[in-house]
Structure formats: structure tokens, C-alpha cells
């Protein structure tokens, strides 16, 4: 039988041993969890207790509950440690700290899309903030910066490892001076420029993109003609991305940016005071530049999308849907009934709305 499309192949059957030796390892779990619970319950926050801990989160990272023991461990002994949120240094909690972001290394090399690791690490890091001195908790959220930096250059596409890149970023900015974070936000807009050239198909670098546009225009207190450069930028780097229309992420950038032609949401958008006149005129030449691309991509159901999506933005601009624009729309709805059979309904529901 097959399943997805994937063919199902009838698993090997397993010897005596190889049965024996995974029963042994089941077994040796379930021991090693009863141990750890035992401890828990009975509060025996030992270094013993972190090292138990440690082998159960080796073999199960997705073992929720145990990074819940793993905190109440930690905590203890941060306190043994001392709190030093003043101008001295508490060594004895740094290093506490520093180990156990060591600790996580594997597991994140092992599990990058494990939820609980990465939760942990930014607690650990959190924990910095509150017990180390400015200088110090600064530092390891520095270092923290690299390290995604160095994971991104290996798994670009990790969309955990940008949303905790993110989170990095906007923790190193409360931590630095304005003038610091405005500085990152602009290094930050490059980086994913530069990620995106490395890979067009990087939906997490074009994402990460939308976010930092608003928020670079308004650190920089951006005029209506700064801001409609920017835009003119954006759609400048569209165009060139859309080289493969066949790539879904580029397409989703581009009905992002369509996002500030829409009377419902401009005002939202990195370009909210365009008149009337000037989004109708960007909004006719995206359509001219898009059926561009339809020689040689006829089979392309993206670009018959962002056409729809173009002239009925148009429609919302102007007021109304001329004839000519609702005969278009009908003649690529034709083209999309047969490119995407699976969604015709959707298809066939929006004829009837126009």
C-alpha cells in the first residue's frame, strides 16, 4: 500500500538479540526515569542528580517535563551560587551558566528542531541577565549571537534558529545603547539581503526580512520619499528574485509588499501615505512586469495568482472592477482551474464573487 505517494515497504525483521538489546534500552530508560523522578521528589538537587538528568535529556531532548526538573536543579544551585545583579561578579553562577549552554551544543546539533532546547537556552540566558553583572550577561548573549550565526550558515533554512536569532537580537538592542541598536537593525537587514542571495528559496530569510523593514524606517524616522525608496528597492529585488517563478517563498514576499498598495492595510506598511494615483500606477506596472514572465512559465499557477491578486487590488483602489479588468481576471481564473484541478472549487467560488 502506498501513503502520500510514498510506497510502504514491509519493515526487516528483527533477530532475537537486536530485540533483546532494544528491550534492555527500554528498560534502562523507564530505570533511569523512576531514578530521576525519586530525586526530584525527594528534592536531591545534587550535581549527581544534573548528571541523571542529563543522561535522560541524551536520549529523549523532547522529554518536556524533565527540562522542568532540569531549571528547579539549576535554580538551587544559583542560589547556593549567590545572586550578583550588582557590580560585583559571581563566578561560581557564570560558570554554572557557561556549562550548561555547553551542555545543550550536542543536542542542538542533533535535534535543531527540538521546541524544548531552545527554550531552555534562552531560560539560561534570561537567568544571565538576572544574576551576572551587565557586562557579563551582554557578553554571553554576544557569544549567543555568533553561535546562531554559525548554525544559520549550516542549516540556512532552520526557521527555529531565525526566530531564535530574533530573540537574540532584540535582547543584545535593550542591553546596548540606542545608537547600538539602531546599528544591528540596519546589519541585520543586510544579513538577511545576504542570506537570500546565498538562497532565493529561503522563506525564513525573506520573513525575517519583513520584519526588520518597518522597524529599520522607523528607527530612522523615514520620510514619505525615504520610504517610498525603500519600497522601490523591495520591488526592484522581487523582480530579480522572481528569475524561478516556480519558487513559492519569493511569491510570498511579493504578496507581502502588495500589502502596501491595499487601502485595508497600508497604514500598517513601510509606505502608508501613497495617494491613490501613485498605488494605482505601481499596481499596473507590477501587472506588466509579472505577465513578463509568463513566456516560457505558462504552467506556473503563482503567476496567474499575483495577476488576480494585482488587478483586484486595483479594483479596491479605484472603486470598482471595470470590464476589462474583470475579463482578464475570468481568462487567468481559466488558467488556474486547469493548472491547480485539486483547488478548483476555490477557483470556481471566486468566479462567482465577481
Not at 553562577?93 to 532546547?117: G, V
Request: charged content about 30%; hydrophobic content about 35%.
Amino acid at each position: 500500500m502506498a501513503s502520500h505517494g510514498v510506497r510502504r515497504f514491509k519493515p526487516v525483521e528483527k533477530t532475537p538479540e537486536e530485540r533483546q538489546q532494544e528491550l534492555q534500552k527500554i528498560e534502562d530508560y523507564k530505570s533511569l526515569e523512576q531514578e530521576v523522578s525519586g530525586k526530584m521528589a525527594a528534592q536531591n538537587y545534587t550535581a549527581d542528580t544534573l548528571k541523571k538528568i542529563s543522561e535522560l535529556l541524551n536520549r529523549n531532548p523532547e522529554y518536556y517535563t524533565i527540562w522542568n526538573h532540569r531549571r528547579q536543579v539549576m535554580r538551587h544551585h544559583f542560589s547556593e551560587a549567590g545572586d550578583s545583579a550588582d557590580e560585583t561578579t559571581s563566578q561560581p553562577a557564570l560558570q554554572l551558566i557557561k556549562n550548561d549552554l555547553m551542555f545543550l551544543i550536542p543536542l542542538l546539533r542533533s535535534f535543531p528542531k527540538c521546541y524544548w532546547i531552545w527554550n531552555y537556552r534562552l531560560w539560561l540566558l534570561d537567568e544571565a541577565r538576572r544574576l551576572l553583572a551587565l557586562p557579563e550577561a551582554r557578553k554571553l548573549w554576544q557569544e549567543e549571537f555568533f553561535l546562531v550565526g554559525k548554525m544559520l550558515t549550516l542549516d540556512s533554512r532552520n526557521f527555529h534558529g531565525w526566530g531564535y536569532r530574533r530573540l537574540v537580537v532584540e535582547t543584545l538592542k535593550q542591553l546596548g545603547t540606542p545608537e547600538e541598536a539602531m546599528g544591528m537593525t540596519q546589519k541585520e537587514f543586510e544579513y538577511a539581503k545576504k542570506m537570500i542571495g546565498a538562497n532565493l528559496s529561503n522563506f525564513s530569510a525573506w520573513h525575517y526580512r519583513t520584519k526588520l523593514i518597518q522597524r529599520l524606517l522607523d528607527e530612522q524616522r523615514a520620510t514619505d520619499d525615504e520610504r517610498k525608496t525603500m519600497l522601490d528597492e523591495e520591488l526592484s529585488l522581487i523582480h530579480q528574485a522572481l528569475i524561478d517563478p516556480y519558487d513559492q517563498s519569493v511569491w510570498f514576499y511579493h504578496q507581502n509588499l502588495l500589502s502596501v498598495f491595499d487601502p485595508d492595510t497600508a497604514d500598517r506598511t513601510m509606505a502608508p501615505n501613497l495617494t491613490s494615483a501613485e498605488r494605482l500606477a505601481y499596481l499596473r506596472q507590477e501587472i506588466e512586469n509579472i505577465q513578463e514572465i509568463i513566456d516560457g512559465a505558462e504552467d506556473c499557477k503563482y503567476i496567474y495568482q499575483a495577476l488576480i491578486e494585482c488587478t483586484v487590488l486595483v479594483s479596491k483602489v479605484a472603486g470598482s472592477l471595470s470590464s476589462e479588468d474583470r475579463d482578464q481576471i475570468l481568462s487567468w481564473l481559466s488558467e488556474l482551474k486547469q493548472l491547480d484541478p485539486l483547488r478548483q472549487r476555490r477557483w470556481l467560488d471566486f468566479e462567482q464573487t465577481l
